[in-house]
């Protein structure tokens, strides 16, 4: 496939990888001097295996600016996994790469598992694989015993290009931090829900370690970015973008709720942020996305509208829409979708794929300074409950429980 050849052009191919027992799905996971992997290799090995084989590319990685200390304990790290590999596991395939002293400009966990998906990427197409999916996972996280099967089987029944699989932070270790990390995840949660709620069709939650991807998918949208924090959710939004992309609710990942300064945001610096507050969390308030709702409520009236009324109907937003519409070009993302729309279906469509998540995020910075005051996190969560009619739950963590079953 021309497609694989162009891309294996552009991305030079670290290690050629060979796999004993032809996986139909390989998981790929960066490692930076992290000893959990060995609990996610058991977790991931406990698996059950009938929809086929699989195969798992480790790679320990570390930049050229790493303290000593660490360099010495990942090439330890490194040994013992190879070691590990060796070990007679039916059904798996372990491979071990090392991706020592990278650049530091571009050293982090988007180059690390960009290395290890393109070299299982390219395995698949030398196998004639191209459409087996890579699976994405990281070196803290656990897996249900049936997460495997039920990846595979979701990428044969379903034409996706990717999927965001269900997650579950691990609620572990003193009060103070459960109680952290249960606010953290009640944010994601309550961020995809209020989306959601506004009518916005790509509201998924983007977290490395809950996403899968079919291999010639992967290479279609130029596979996976070296940024060192936030690869995970630009590369999913390429793959949202293609209107194939789905949620697999069956199984589940259980993520570390450690705290971590490995990347430049992320889980664990926002638990000591939140720690450091005294528990409080501001997010977006509900009457941001309330704003939303109506604007996109009105949407399929403005195909083929003239200019008085998209105008019009833009002036008649709320301060803090009206002004994001008019400095981030509003009329000129109107007359371009409307321009090269031939149904009011195709222009729906279009209008989201450039009010993406992106332009969401925009939006809500650009309004919470100066038209809206952020909200604590479960003040906003009961607004949502409120507008969805759904039972105010009481704790945060009852809250939670109940955002983990929609």
Not at 195 to 209: D, E, N, Q, V, W
Not at 295 to 301: T, Y
């Amino acid at each position: 496939m021309k497609i694989f050849e162009r891309y294996f052009e552009r991305n030079e191919i670290g290690d050629n990888l060979d796999f004993d027992n032809e996986p139909s799905a390989i998981v790929v996971i960066p490692v930076l001097n992290d000893r959990d992997i060995f609990a996610t290799l058991h977790s991931l090995t406990a698996c059950s295996t009938l929809a086929g084989a699989v195969g798992v590319v480790i790679v320990v990685n570390h930049s050229e600016v790493c303290g000593a200390e660490v360099k010495i304990e990942n090439q330890v790290l490194a040994r013992e996994l190879k070691e590990y590999a060796g070990r007679e596991m039916p059904g798996f395939s372990v491979r071990v790469m090392e991706a020592f002293d990278l650049p530091a400009k571009f050293a982090g966990v988007g180059l690390a598992r960009k290395i290890a998906m393109d070299a299982a990427v390219f395995y698949l197409y030398r196998s004639g694989k191209e459409r087996a999916p890579l699976i994405s996972l990281d070196a803290d996280t656990l897996v249900a015993p049936n997460y495997l099967d039920d990846i595979i089987f979701y990428f044969r029944k379903h034409k996706v290009a990717g999927v965001s699989i269900a997650y579950e932070h691990r609620l572990e270790g003193e009060k103070e931090k459960r109680e952290a990390m249960v606010k953290y995840e009640l944010y994601l949660r309550y961020y995809q829900q209020a989306l959601k709620y506004a009518g916005h069709p790509y509201a998924y939650t983007c977290i490395g370690s809950a996403f899968a991807v079919r291999a010639c998918d992967y290479v279609a949208q130029g596979g996976m970015n070296r940024r060192q924090a936030g690869e995970d959710f630009y590369f999913i939004q390429k793959l949202i973008a293609t209107g194939r992309y789905g949620e697999l609710k069956s199984t589940r990942v259980y993520p570390s709720s450690r705290f971590s300064e490995r990347t430049p945001f992320g889980t664990g610096r926002t638990l000591k942020q939140i720690m450091a507050d005294g528990g409080g969390y501001k997010v977006y308030c509900f009457e941001a996305f309330e704003a939303l709702r109506r604007f996109f409520a009105g949407l399929p009236s403005l195909y083929q509208s003239d200019e008085c009324e998209v105008n019009a109907y833009f002036n008649r937003q709320p301060d803090g829409l009206r002004h994001f519409l008019e400095v981030s070009g509003g009329m000129e993302l109107w007359r371009e979708v409307n321009a090269n729309s031939g149904a009011a279906e195709q222009f729906i469509k279009r209008f989201f794929d450039r009010f993406n998540a992106f332009r969401v995020l925009k939006y809500l910075n650009y309004v919470h300074d100066g038209f809206y005051v952020k909200a604590d996190v479960v003040e906003a969560v009961q607004s949502l409950f409120v507008a969805l009619d759904w039972p105010c739950a009481g704790s945060p963590e009852e809250y939670l429980q109940w955002l983990r079953k929609q």
